[in-house]
Nanobody, 119 residues
Framework: QVQLVESGGGLVQPGGSLRLSCAAS????????MDWYRQRPGEQRELVAT???????NCADSVKGRCTISRDNAKKTVYLQMNSLKPEDTAVYYC?????????????WGQGTQVTVSS
């Protein structure tokens, strides 16, 4: 069974930075995509950044230029660095893992970490 635990959220002033971490436990392959999503109050969850099976990474247009996603496979941890934070970045940030095992697809989510951008 896979578990994902996020950390690193908190209160930050506009223009500040945060690095979120997501530590996975259980059976994880380095090629399996791990992503970051966020959910603003009253809105649907949206994709923020992705790591693909080929090692490539991508950030959503809404955070491009301010976002870096990285992964340490030895530590089974994925990171999200967010810079120049804006109030509209306030959300609960979730880590996500997609697995294809034995002909089935498994989606795992962390519990979320709150990021609040406010002066």
């Amino acid at each position: 069974q896979v578990q994902l635990v996020e950390s690193g959220g908190g209160l930050v002033q506009p223009g500040g930075s945060l690095r979120l971490s997501c530590a996975a436990s259980g059976s994880i392959f380095s090629i399996e995509p791990m992503d970051w999503y966020r959910q603003r109050p009253g809105e649907q969850r949206e994709l923020v950044a992705t790591t693909a099976s080929d090692g490539s990474t991508n950030c959503a247009d809404s955070v491009k230029g301010r976002c870096t996603i990285s992964r340490d496979n030895a530590k089974k941890t994925v990171y999200l660095q967010m810079n120049s934070l804006k109030p509209e970045d306030t959300a609960v940030y979730y880590c996500h893992l997609l697995q294809h095992r034995f002909g089935s697809i498994y989606n795992y989510w962390g519990q979320g970490t709150q990021v609040t951008v406010s002066s």
